[in-house]
């Protein structure tokens, strides 16, 4: 499963309303995700890297916080397989941009893809 969609299927599953943009037109964002408390909405950006050692960096976090806006988007939230820089943390921070990386995948995404798929399985055993 692309990495995109599997972050599509978690934030669904959490209570997120998700939907996907354009891929030609997504602007640096490919999700944006409605809040169902407040029905205030948040343009996700999704990287994935197959190599460790590729992280987000400055330029990445300010194309995400530049193209929230041309999604009616007040909030901004990139979620990464690999890593930021210190450089694009700092400016995620001053940019209120909530940013999850490798740790997240791996103790939020991943378990629940295995649960999932272990769900999946027992229904049509």
């Known amino acids: 499963m692309e990495f995109e969609q599997l972050v599509y299927l978690y934030l669904k599953s959490t ?3 998700p939907i996907k943009t354009p891929e030609a037109k997504d602007g640096g964002v490919d999700i ?3 809040n169902k408390a ?3 909405k948040i343009a996700v950006q999704v990287k994935h890297y197959y190599r460790s050692k590729s992280q987000v960096t400055v330029k990445d976090i300010r194309e995400l916080d530049s193209a ?4 009616g988007c007040i909030g901004t939230w990139f979620i990464t ?3 930021f820089t210190n450089a694009a943390l700092v400016e995620a ?4 941009m ?3 990386d490798i740790t997240y995948v791996e ?3 991943l378990p629940w893809r295995e649960h999932q798929a272990r769900k999946h399985q027992k229904s049509h055993s």
């Open 98 to 100: 909530r940013t999850s």
């Open 107 to 109: 103790t939020k995404i």
């Open 32 to 34: 944006v995700v409605t």
């Open 38 to 40: 407040d029905g205030l």
């Open 15 to 17: 209570g997120w309303q």
């Open 68 to 71: 929230k806006k041309n999604h």
């Open 93 to 96: 921070d001053m940019r209120k």
């Open 81 to 83: 397989s690999g890593t």
